[in-house]
């Protein structure tokens, strides 16, 4: 079986892929990569479809057996991998035998790193997606000893110099693209100046939610029916607290959303740790 063991868990490892739509109406969360940007690339480099699940590390990696042969690339956050206790580069297609160790330690920049395989990660499938998710997959968050069954790998793999450069803006841009919410003209005018004018300190980082520090001066009283939100979505507390819903999140919400992330805003969100700060930045359809 072509399978890769995991010796020793990091902070938060999950498989995920694109993520799993059409069931929001049944309280499923989309669920997925954090990062689409940086999964992409770790696939597009051994030429997987982006369908492909991946491994999903933050913060710090694991440490993994590959069982059989593989063709492997890394990219997103650097967490200092090393083959074989061998450092290798991010972003670049490598080779690995069997009984190769794949061992990643804190990350360096960024927050979230995806490990690609040849033709995909194989866990169960469930309602058309391998996305790990408490309540719908078996295979939650990876654990000592759990074996990962990844796809066949080719016996024959031309290797040529396939590598993509780290573009460290994406780790480094503060700014948050942003298309405004249903409830955003809720705001006073002065309280949407500060929103789009002030830097917000993130306080709390999930996959179902960044938290940004309370913010007494966006305090409001408004109140709106439970509505739909989705990844992206930036709700707004009573006391003044910012939420980005992330891809982890609910389905519905009480709290008025303000702002939508666009997708590439959510990936540049995904690499940011607790004490960073961010900002907002208005764009139009």
């Given at each position: 079986?072509?399978?890769?063991?995991?010796?020793?868990?990091?902070?938060?490892?999950?498989?995920?892929?694109?993520?799993?739509?059409?069931y929001a109406s049944i309280g499923v969360p989309v669920s997925g990569v954090m990062d689409a940007l940086s999964a992409k690339m770790a696939n597009a480099?051994?030429?997987?479809?982006?369908?492909?699940?991946?491994?999903?590390?933050?913060?710090?990696?694991?440490?993994?057996?590959?069982?059989?042969?593989?063709?492997?690339?890394?990219?997103?956050?650097?967490?200092?991998?090393?083959?074989?206790?061998?450092?290798?580069?991010?972003?670049?297609?490598?080779?690995?035998?069997?009984?190769?160790?794949?061992?990643?330690?804190?990350?360096?920049?960024?927050?979230?790193?995806?490990?690609?395989?040849?033709?995909?990660?194989?866990?169960?499938?469930?309602?058309n997606s391998y996305a790990a998710f408490n309540g719908i997959t078996d295979l939650v968050i990876l654990k000592k000893g759990v074996i990962i069954p990844?796809?066949?790998?080719?016996?024959?793999?031309?290797?040529?110099?396939?590598?993509?450069?780290?573009?460290?803006?994406?780790?480094?841009?503060?700014?948050?693209?942003?298309?405004?919410?249903?409830?955003?003209?809720?705001?006073?005018?002065?309280?949407?100046?500060?929103?789009?004018?002030?830097?917000?300190?993130?306080?709390?980082?999930?996959?179902?939610?960044?938290?940004?520090?309370?913010?007494?001066?966006?305090?409001?009283?408004?109140?709106?029916?439970?509505?739909?939100?989705?990844?992206?979505?930036?709700?707004?507390?009573?006391?003044?607290?910012?939420?980005?819903?992330?891809?982890?999140?609910?389905?519905?919400?009480?709290?008025?959303?303000?702002?939508?992330?666009?997708?590439?805003?959510?990936?540049?969100?995904?690499?940011?740790?607790?004490?960073?700060?961010?900002?907002?930045?208005?764009?139009?359809?």
């Open positions: 079986m072509h399978s890769i063991q995991v010796i020793k868990p990091g902070y938060c490892d999950s498989i995920q892929d694109l993520g799993r739509f059409g480099l051994i030429r997987n479809s982006q369908q492909n699940a991946v491994l999903e590390m933050a913060l710090i990696g694991p440490v993994l057996m590959f069982q059989k042969e593989a063709v492997i690339a890394i990219s997103g956050a650097d967490m200092s991998p090393k083959l074989n206790d061998i450092p290798v580069k991010m972003q670049t297609k490598l080779a690995v035998k069997t009984g190769d160790i794949l061992s990643f330690g804190k990350a360096i920049y960024g927050c979230r790193s995806y490990l690609a395989v040849k033709n995909g990660f194989r866990t169960d499938k469930k309602l990844i796809g066949k790998q080719l016996k024959i793999f031309r290797f040529g110099h396939s590598s993509i450069k780290v573009d460290r803006q994406h780790f480094n841009n503060e700014v948050l693209d942003a298309y405004k919410g249903p409830e955003f003209e809720l705001l006073t005018p002065k309280q949407q100046d500060i929103l789009l004018t002030d830097g917000f300190q993130i306080v709390k980082n999930t996959r179902m939610a960044y938290q940004f520090a309370d913010v007494p001066s966006l305090a409001h009283k408004c109140e709106i029916l439970t509505s739909a939100v989705m990844p992206g979505t930036v709700q707004l507390t009573q006391s003044g607290k910012l939420m980005a819903l992330m891809k982890d999140c609910q389905t519905t919400g009480g709290y008025p959303r303000i702002l939508q992330l666009s997708d590439e805003a959510i990936a540049v969100l995904a690499q940011k740790n607790t004490c960073q700060k961010i900002k907002f930045k208005i764009i139009h359809l």
